[in-house]
């Protein structure tokens, strides 16, 4: 497990769509947070991400959808001990998607070479952020998969009926959207800033969760060298699932409607 900066040797150079692609580092790596009603959660989480890789090292925007629970004001006062948290408390265009979409459009305007995504609650482990990084050397986007077996899954805390809709919904995206990656609803991702830009220029429809299906099928269709990296998913201990039946609906018509787009 990597602690500190990372010390890995100069830029690696690819031939096709991306070239002369920089090494990562948390120097050139930024994080990127959304959340809503998470103010017992991301406390710990920053910690802890400072804790395994340096108070100083780590560049982190908290994409907040102005919770009600105080969770931006706890960033904020975070900001204090770790001058490269930054807390962005949003009341417009609210939702999974844009906020994460408004994150990594930030961290690509400061200039990250880097862009991770993670949720607050732990089901994304700090400590694979670092064998994230390790395989970003040789990818441009790299997943933290629950299904790097095929038919099984690594998580915890879930219901039978869960992990049964889980396997479903993978099954049903890659179908319809021709995706070879195994978890394709993952959030946990580490993206190289050329591939982000492409994606981010085409005309992104998803506010919620099927930002996470849309955002991979453009990757994908962009010709993007893929890679997953085994997560252990845990359940969450504070805070409550965003998961609602209006999430899954826009999340099947998306696939839907880019199927439909791509056998035209």
Known sequence: M???????PGALCFTGLFVASP?????????????????????????????LYGRDGVNVWVMDDNSP?????????????????QAIVR????????????????????????????????SH??????????????????????????????VEDWSQLRL??????????????????????????????????????QNLHASGYAFLTESLFYAARAGARIVEVANLYQGRTHGESKLSTGVLLESVWTALRLGLSRSR
């Open 164 to 201: 049964w809709m889980s396997q479903l919904a993978n099954w049903y995206f890659r179908a319809m959207l021709d995706i070879s990656a195994r978890d394709n609803t993952s959030g946990f991702r580490c993206w190289r800033s050329d591939l982000l830009e492409k994606v981010l220029a």
């Open 23 to 51: 090494t990562p580092g948390f120097d050139n790596t930024h994080i990127v947070i959304p959340t809503y009603n998470e103010r017992d959660n991301i406390g710990r989480l920053i910690e802890e991400i400072a804790r």
């Open 125 to 154: 482990s700090p400590a694979v952020i670092g064998k994230m990084l390790d395989a970003a050397r040789d990818a441009d986007l790299v997943i933290g998969s629950r299904y790097m077996q095929a038919g099984r899954a690594a």
């Open 91 to 122: 009341t417009a265009h609210r939702g999974y998607g844009n906020a994460v979409a408004d994150g990594m459009r930030k961290a690509l305007a400061t200039g990250a070479e880097f862009v991770l995504t993670m949720d607050a609650d732990f």
């Open 69 to 85: 629970d105080g969770t931006g004001e706890v960033v904020v006062a975070l900001g204090e001990r770790f001058p490269n948290v």
């Open 2 to 8: 990597l602690t500190g900066r990372p010390t890995w």
